[in-house]
T-cell receptor, first 114, second 114 residues
Framework: NAGVTQTPKFRILKIGQSMTLQCTQDMNHNYMYWYRQDPGMGLKLIYYSVGAGITDKGEVPNGYNVSRSTTEDFPLRLELAAPSQTSVYFCASSPTRDSSYEQYFGPGTRLTVT | DAKTTQPPSMDCAEGRAANLPCNHSTISGNEYVYWYRQIHSQGPQYIIHGLKNNETNEMASLIITEDRKSSTLILPHATLRDTAVYYC???????????????FGAGTQVVVTP
């Protein structure tokens, strides 16, 4: 199993540009999450999904959109990038809620908006 | 979910036990205690979790006080590779609006020195 993979690893965007951060997991997990981590801070939840076709907002959803058309993929879309979105983005997945709730994290995407 | 309080940093000598405290005085009966760690520039990694009994796995031990208001993560023989930020998280798995979401605080920066 590759686990949770994210692409790209690094990206620099200009203000106002858009991009999609890709996330794929091969563990057949129903639950998937997107977090952002600002320097020196803990992770904050952006969006999450409990299964294909079902998504919901987390703590800091403004400026982002998600979709979940398959169990494996959970892309995060940034529209009209702003400097405040400079952060490290982590995707995670976990089995159904009856499990131990361990979340498996990807390696992250480092995004800079200038 | 209940909030947690952790010291911002601590040092530990290589080969010695590292004892990481966490206060969660407002924890409720349905809330588990989880520990994750984040090595620099990597995604968080699950360590251990528990409800009220002490737990041990290949990575660490978790000691939860009888009143469940605090816990201690023990790394029995710290190595340089254990240098990381350690997060103590509590969450309720019984309510449907939890959906596996983890709330990360600032954590404890642990530095293991030779």
């Amino acid at each position: 199993n590759a686990g949770v993979t994210q692409t790209p690893k690094f990206r620099i965007l200009k203000i106002g540009q858009s991009m999609t951060l890709q996330c794929t997991q091969d563990m057949n997990h129903n639950y998937m999450y997107w977090y952002r981590q600002d320097p020196g801070m803990g992770l904050k939840l952006i969006y999450y999904s409990v299964g294909a076709g079902i998504t919901d907002k987390g703590e800091v959803p403004n400026g982002y959109n998600v979709s979940r058309s398959t169990t494996e993929d959970f892309p995060l879309r940034l529209e009209l990038a702003a400097p405040s979105q400079t952060s490290v983005y982590f995707c995670a997945s976990s089995p159904t809620r009856d499990s131990s709730y361990e979340q498996y994290f990807g390696p992250g995407t480092r995004l800079t908006v200038t | 979910d209940a909030k947690t309080t952790q010291p911002p940093s601590m040092d530990c000598a290589e080969g010695r036990a590292a004892n990481l405290p966490c206060n969660h005085s407002t924890i409720s009966g349905n809330e588990y205690v989880y520990w994750y760690r984040q090595i620099h520039s990597q995604g968080p990694q699950y360590i251990i979790h528990g409800l009220k009994n002490n737990e041990t796995n290949e990575m660490a031990s978790l000691i939860i006080t009888e009143d469940r208001k605090s816990s201690t993560l023990i790394l029995p023989h710290a190595t340089l590779r254990d240098t990381a930020v350690y997060y103590c998280i509590v969450r309720d798995f019984m309510t449907t609006d939890s959906w596996g979401k983890l709330q990360f605080g600032a954590g404890t920066q642990v530095v293991v020195t030779p």
